[in-house]
């Protein structure tokens, strides 16, 4: 699962090369796709690659310049070298996205995880009561984190997680309930923790009436850990880490206070002059209340712990103040057959029927008012883990992680690199300020969440714009398969990038307006999609449109689809960047840290995660 780890000096080596690439051509990375008439992009492009790239099929351009892993290339024209050496390039640097040894498919449909090929909706090997609530890529996701927390809880001793960013606690409840270990999550929205303890209750009603079905195999079952504990907080990327652990320390009744509220929100972001409305079903915890991967959310586009693990699995979060007697949790629950079971050194399938271990902790009951205190906390150990933790959020727990000598081990999967604060943009646009309710005592700050390591901070033109990072958040994956079936969703940037030229003309001080999501504007005519977005921005709906000018613009949006796969060629250069500056702080400090990529990344696309233990001299927990 993980990839061979790099030396010191090749993780130097390889920050020099991406820096040096992306400077390079920053010119693409930094451009706004809904400026490529506006601002005449695609002559910025040199002339040998306009002639190459200029007539090319989506197809083509998946087959010649996306897909890494394309066998045979067939090229229309001759390229030039400087063409090929960027795709090379671009290739040959990044972290992959496929675990070592997979391949993905080369036919044009996505492969679903084999684990929902017999229902789209549920995974086969995560138990019905953890999929209740969550959506497939959640489910997909909480399993597979879940199993390698787990065994990073195994390797370090500890059988407590914390959870940062545990939203409606999917994963916690997975950790707990499903794997044994002893959870608490923390997160800041209080609507969230609500829903958590809502679905804690759900699910040990549940328990209870599953408990009468298996009575006869009862003496093979284990408990579950204990119930886990929800705390409201604001991970503050200014406070110490023992003002972490204080936050940890509140008790249910700091969140008891808060009622369950709606689960959805409406949430807008700025985005350089440019808002964008986003519109989803919360499902996982964020810092920022972030509803979803900003993979998903494409603005300018309107839219060593060798040891740790070789194969795994994952879970999300939970509440405390519930008294766990009987049932004990029967593992037939935790896993769907086949199951995964840990021999003590990988996490091998076992055949049908059998009943796995499901977790340590013997413990079958929690007194109502237990507390993960800071107290506690002093004499007892850790490990950290953050879900799609976004933003400065990420760097935040690392640093905890490196400070903190209670935390024993991390997981680490990022989200959201553009809301990532920068000495050229210390605010940057959409993060959120922190809830009312929290104010713990914040140190000044001289960090930030780029660059967290002194060797890229020292590399001349290291610096990554908002658009270089929010452009690293981009479904790779989604836009080949786009791509491969000539998908009518690929018009729409063409569509925003035409609506601009107009906007400009009649508001030249007006830059990347907003005009919000239209829905379905691939399946509208041109004249209808700017009669919808034009009142959006002020300007009348039939506003008299040139049909020539239109057309024209229309007619090159193969040239569109080319530049905006330029730029998502770059994309996983700048998230490879971002998260080996991330391995070299922890290097500097002393931890080894490895990288692997843990989920489907068609399912789940910023699917990298970051693991580091500490040594294994210190006081189990």
């Known amino acids: 699962m993980f990839f061979a780890p790099l030396s010191e000096q090749e993780q130097k080596d390889l920050a020099k090369s991406l820096v040096l690439l992306l400077s390079k051509y920053k010119y693409i990375s930094d451009s706004y796709i809904i400026e490529f008439f506006s601002e ?94 969550v959506k497939p890529k959640k489910q997909h996701e909480i399993r597979k984190l879940g199993l390698m927390v787990k065994q990073l809880c195994d390797q370090t001793h500890c059988s407590s997680v914390v959870d940062v960013g545990s939203g409606q606690g999917h ?45 006869f195999i009862i003496m093979l079952l284990h408990s579950p850990g204990p119930a886990p504990r929800h705390v409201v907080g604001w991970v503050s990327p200014r406070a110490t880490w023992q003002v972490f652990l204080q936050q940890l320390g509140r008790r249910e009744k700091d969140s008891e206070s808060y009622p369950a509220g709606p689960c959805q929100k409406r949430q807008r972001v700025l985005v350089s002059g440019q808002e964008c409305e986003l519109e989803k079903d919360i499902d996982h915890g964020s810092q920022h209340f972030c509803t979803e991967e900003c993979s998903f959310v494409a603005c300018a586009t309107e839219q060593p712990a060798a040891t740790v693990l ?11 103040n519930i008294v766990i007697t009987q049932p004990q949790l029967p593992n037939a629950f935790v896993l769907n057959h086949p199951y995964k079971v840990d021999n003590g050194n990988t996490m091998k399938e076992s055949p049908v029927g059998e009943i796995p271990s499901a977790g340590t902790r013997q413990d079958s009951a929690i007194h109502p008012n237990s507390s993960f205190g800071i107290k506690e906390a002093s004499s007892s150990n850790f490990v950290l883990t953050g879900l799609h933790a976004c933003g400065d959020l990420s760097a935040t727990l690392l640093r905890h992680f490196a400070n903190c000598p ?20 210390p605010m940057p646009p959409g993060v959120m ?126 040239r569109v689809i080319v530049f905006f ?26 931890f080894q840290s490895q990288l692997a990529p843990l989920f489907d990344p068609a399912l789940s696309p910023r699917n990298l995660v970051l693991v580091a233990v500490k040594k294994a001299d210190e006081e189990a927990c």
């Open 40 to 133: 005449n992009l695609w002559e910025t492009l040199p002339v040998g690659w306009q002639k190459a790239l200029g007539d090319l099929s989506p197809p083509q351009i998946a087959q010649l310049l996306l897909d890494r892993d394309a066998k045979k290339r067939i090229y229309p024209s001759v390229w030039p070298l400087s063409l090929l050496a960027l795709r090379a390039t671009s290739h040959a640097l990044v972290f992959p996205r496929m675990p070592p040894g997979h391949r993905a498919p080369d036919h044009v449909a996505p492969v679903k995880p084999e684990e929902f090929l017999s229902n789209s909706s549920q995974s086969s090997l995560l138990g019905h009561i953890f999929r209740k609530h």
């Open 171 to 215: 994963l916690t409840r997975f950790l707990s309930f499903g794997l044994g270990l002893d959870v608490t999550g923390i997160e800041a929205d209080t609507n969230l923790v609500s829903m958590a303890s809502i679905f804690d209750q759900q699910l040990l009603s549940t328990l209870a009436k599953e408990r009468q079905k298996v009575l």
């Open 310 to 320: 070789q194969q795994c699995d994952a879970g999300n979060s939970s509440q405390s």
């Open 406 to 425: 209670y935390i024993q081990g991390i997981t680490s999967v990022a989200c959201c690199y553009m809301k990532i604060t920068t000495m050229e943009n």
């Open 433 to 558: 300020s922190p809830p009312l309710f929290d104010h713990p005592k914040e140190e000044s700050l001289s960090e930030y969440g780029y660059p967290m390591s002194e060797w890229v901070r020292g590399l001349p033109r290291h610096q990554l714009s908002y658009k270089a990072r929010e452009g690293a958040c981009h479904a790779l994956e989604d836009y080949l398969h786009r791509l491969r079936e000539e998908s009518g969703l690929l018009k729409t940037h063409c569509y925003r990038a035409a609506l601009e030229s107009i906007i400009r003309a009649e508001k030249p001080h007006l830059r990347r307006a907003s005009i919000q999501t239209i829905k379905k504007a691939h399946m509208l005519s041109f004249a209808e999609y700017a009669r919808l977005g034009l009142p959006r921005v002020g300007l009348p709906g039939d506003l008299p449109i040139d049909p020539v000018h239109v057309g024209t613009m229309l007619k090159q949006q193969d």
């Open 565 to 590: 796969s330029l730029a998502l060629l770059l994309a996983p250069v700048v998230e490879t960047l971002l998260l080996l500056d991330r391995m070299l702080f922890l290097q500097e400090r002393g």
